[in-house]
Antibody, heavy 118, light 109 residues
Framework: QVQLQESGPGLVKPSETLSLTCTVSGGSINSFCLNWIRQPPGKGLEWIGYICYTGNTNYNPSLKSRVTTSVDTSKTRSSLKLRSVTAADTAVYYC????????????WGQGTMVTASS | EIVLTQSPGTLSLSPGERATLSCRASQSVSSNKLAWYQKKPGQAPRLLIYGASNRATDIPDRFSGSGSGTDFTLTITRLEPEDFAVYYCQHWDNSPPLAFGGGTKVEIK
């Protein structure tokens, strides 16, 4: 069974780059597109973007200028980089696997809290 | 850009009662592309319903989804204590951004 796990620093200084990794176990990103989603404290879910095993990417227009995603050659780790962070980027960040069959996110990581603060 | 509006914002109900949650799209969407998730504090979202009306794996049959066009509904027939959570609808049509509704919180009355 495929599982996802986010990892990375819990604290990032304003204006710096947030970097997170999503590790896939029990499978690889060959079977789905890996999405990043966040939830600011007390707010709803916000889609950041995705990267597929083909290298195809798609990002939320509101974040596109600051976001980069990548997948390693083993197709078991994906990274998210968000540049020039502000306090508004403070959130729990999730990686999630998209199912083309269900047309929904059917695999989620547990999430990791990132705080943008000096 | 499709916007999903969920109502009510909060639903105060007792265990055993029926919950009816609404998700309205700003324009008509394909039923195949509407999903519902349950979100509890400190936990990842959990897929409940996909394709507007298909229950995901291991989801109890007290959860059901319906609707078409711009109006979709998630119904929980008899609320169990573990059902008190926030529920989100979601849509994706390959045109960014992928949309989530603002959520409906189902709380214990």
């Amino acid at each position: 069974q495929v599982q996802l796990q986010e990892s990375g620093p819990g604290l990032v200084k304003p204006s710096e780059t947030l970097s997170l990794t999503c590790t896939v176990s029990g499978g690889s990103i060959n079977s789905f597109c890996l999405n990043w989603i966040r939830q600011p404290p007390g707010k709803g879910l916000e889609w950041i973007g995705y990267i597929c095993y083909t290298g195809n990417t798609n990002y939320n227009p509101s974040l596109k200028s600051r976001v980069t995603t990548s997948v390693d050659t083993s197709k078991t780790r994906s990274s998210l980089k968000l540049r020039s962070v502000t306090a508004a980027d403070t959130a729990v960040y999730y990686c999630a696997g998209w199912s083309d069959q269900k047309w929904a996110f059917d695999i989620w990581g547990q999430g990791t809290m990132v705080t943008a603060s000096s | 850009e499709i916007v999903l509006t969920q109502s009510p914002g909060t639903l105060s109900l007792s265990p055993g009662e029926r919950a009816t949650l609404s998700c309205r799209a700003s324009q008509s969407v394909s039923s195949n592309k509407l999903a519902w998730y349950q979100k509890k504090p400190g936990q990842a979202p959990r897929l409940l319903i996909y394709g507007a009306s298909n229950r995901a794996t291991d989801i109890p049959d007290r959860f059901s989804g319906s609707g078409s066009g711009t109006d979709f509904t998630l119904t929980i027939t008899r609320l169990e204590p573990e059902d008190f959570a926030v529920y989100y609808c979601q849509h994706w049509d390959n045109s960014p951004p992928l949309a989530f509704g603002g959520g409906t919180k189902v709380e214990i009355k």
